[in-house]
């Protein structure tokens, strides 16, 4: 018997900790994994499930695969009638009769926390199996044994054999100490970005979450946990992104996991946390100051500066202390800090999000991730939408059209910002060009907002740019809105442009290249003698060193800047650019 456990993430990079964990628990070797993308065209996973031959499928449902794993649910019923389907997640656990009503050819789901479940599930379907082949008794009927069997499981909604539909209750929680660590063959998720649990639940009651809905927060044993992050650490792992909502909800927990990477840092794995910074206590601050450039990095979700949308969401959030808490990590420049901000919320409208957007933006994140409403099933803002205008979209991810506050011509004016500052901020492409840009403007939210407008009126949001383009369109609106400073412009987007890249040729925006041969010419033969600038350098003759930086002048600056592309900075990979001094041959 072959039970297939099928996950379809959202990228290549992304690996199922679901399926992983409930493989582990299930501790049964006909169980197999299948990880697809939603970039691949499902018919070659139709084609590739079918071929797999399994005799139970089980898909694992969210909100960015649910669609493509319900049309591939429908095909394969059709090819595979006699083949058992069951589905798990939390796309299908808060409406599952529905989705039971909806996929006639689905044969159960697994509601909420999956382990336990989907082990008694294939014990049964594995006694099934055995007694068929042993043929006990040869008036035994698979239906009547499986059937009577699944209305022993808790934790699943199923379909009997006469199209009845069974509700069990949920599963009580489990011990997450239980759950093995799924992570022994490491060479598996080369190149997987490696995703890992050390807690289930959240304490706060945010009313577009699922985290908190059962209110039952448990831990993973710290000991446990240290021995796992030690393998992690041991095999060199890139990064590992805690799956935790609120990581440092249990101080002595978050404490002791930040001790331990710390003072077993190896140099090269980076941890990612979600975290509440307002709750960070003196302890935890200091740990983080003392971190390696690199070693974590935390997002943080604000959502609003509104103190009334704060309220209505049931959000526990001082913006004042996130503000103070934020720029003191800034502050020491070893920690990337990623912010979030949600758009649709309850009492927000333009107005009101532009300000929360300045009030963040002004607290310059490494990145801001501008997100909007979705409307999650068992959610409390799904149960009170009509109270708050809200229509979302029919289909995953159910993001928001439109609320009593905010128009859909304002959701799309939005999003016409969030990709502004994708593209000009997040990217870390054009820092200081930005920084200057927004002097001109009373507020950052009303420069991206004109520069999305500049995008649309000129069609640009239409075409995929190459990175070179993106700075000559911003160059061209500059031109366009405050042509009294275009060489300023020109200038600091140069800079911009070497200080993330080492450029074979040179981009037109640039405009002409300023350092004379001679001069560059003499720069690198002295360098070479006596690595002034590049002391990092001393193996490198001065043609390597030439193709291993760029020395550019600027002429408004009247200053000649060498950017170093081998000693970069850990938390943007911005080069090292040092000023260049007069009487080392430069004119």
Not at 418 to 442: A, G, H, W
Not at 510 to 530: C, M
Request: with cysteine.
């Amino acid at each position: 018997m072959k039970i297939l456990l099928a996950a379809v993430n959202a990228k290549y990079i992304h690996s199922n900790l679901a399926v992983y964990s409930l493989k582990a628990y299930a501790g049964d070797p006909a169980v197999e994994i299948g990880e697809y993308t939603i970039n691949q065209q499902k018919d070659d996973i139709l084609m590739d499930i079918y071929k797999r031959q399994p005799d139970i499928l089980c898909l694992s449902c969210y909100i960015w695969n649910l669609d493509y794993i319900e049309e591939i649910v429908l095909e394969i019923g059709k090819l595979r009638p006699d083949m058992p389907i069951w589905l798990g997640g939390p796309e299908v656990s808060y409406d599952a009769k529905e989705v039971l009503r909806r996929l006639p050819c689905v044969k159960g789901v697994m509601k909420g926390e999956g382990e336990k479940t989907f082990k008694e599930i294939c014990q049964i379907y594995r006694n099934e199996s055995e007694k068929k082949e042993k043929n006990v008794d040869n008036s035994w009927k698979k239906s009547e044994s499986v059937d009577n069997r699944l209305k022993n499981v808790t934790g699943i909604t199923f379909r009997t054999e006469e199209n009845e539909i069974i509700d069990k209750p949920w599963r009580p929680i489990m011990d997450l100490s239980e759950v093995p660590f799924v992570y022994d063959h490491i060479e598996d998720f080369e190149h997987k970005i490696i995703y890992y649990e050390t807690s289930r639940g959240c304490p706060f009651s945010c009313s577009y979450c699922l985290s908190s809905v059962d209110k039952r927060l448990r831990f993973r044993d710290i000991e446990l946990v240290k021995k796992e992050l030690q393998f992690f650490l041991d095999h060199k792992v890139p990064q590992v992104k805690f799956v935790d909502r609120t990581f440092n909800c249990k101080h002595d927990h978050s404490i002791a996991i930040w001790k331990y990477i710390m003072e077993h840092d190896n140099g090269i794995t980076n941890f990612h946390f979600e975290i509440a910074a307002d709750i960070l206590n003196e302890e935890e601050l200091k740990l983080l100051e003392q971190m390696r450039p690199g070693l974590v990095q935390l997002e943080i979700g604000v959502q609003s500066t509104n103190p009334k949308t704060i309220k209505e969401i049931h959000r526990v959030m001082d913006f004042e202390k996130v503000s103070k808490i934020v720029r003191r990590i800034q502050d020491k420049g070893n920690v990337h800090e990623h912010l979030d901000l949600i758009a649709g919320l309850p009492y927000e409208d333009v107005e009101s999000f532009a300000h929360s957007f300045d009030d963040v933006y002004a607290l310059k994140p490494e990145q801001l991730q501008l997100g909007f409403l979705k409307v999650l099933k068992g959610s409390f803002m799904q149960e009170h939408q009509e109270e708050y205008g809200i229509v979302h979209k029919a289909h995953p991810p159910y993001e928001v059209l439109y609320t009593k506050w905010i128009s859909y011509e304002d959701v799309l004016r939005l999003k016409g910002i969030e990709e502004m500052v994708e593209v000009y901020y997040n990217s870390r492409q054009f820092t200081n060009t930005m920084e200057e840009l927004e002097k001109e403007y009373d507020s950052a939210f009303t420069m991206y907002d004109r520069l999305a407008s500049y995008y649309e009126d000129n069609g640009y949001n239409a075409v995929q740019h190459k990175r070179s383009a993106r700075y000559e369109i911003l160059l061209n609106y500059i031109r366009l809105h405050h042509k009294e400073k275009e060489d300023l412009f020109r200038e600091v987007l140069t800079y911009d442009y070497y200080l993330r890249e080492n450029a074979k040729s040179r981009p037109e925006f640039a405009g002409e290249y300023l350092v004379e041969k001679d001069v560059a010419r003499t720069f690198y033969e002295k360098e070479e003698e006596t690595h002034t600038y590049l002391p990092d350098y001393g193996k490198y003759d001065r043609n390597q060193m030439r193709k291993m930086t760029h020395l550019e002048y600027f002429k408004l600056a009247d200053t000649y800047i060498l950017f170093d592309y081998q000693n970069r900075n850990p938390l943007n990979q911005e080069a090292r650019v040092c000023k260049v001094k007069a009487g080392t041959g430069q004119r």
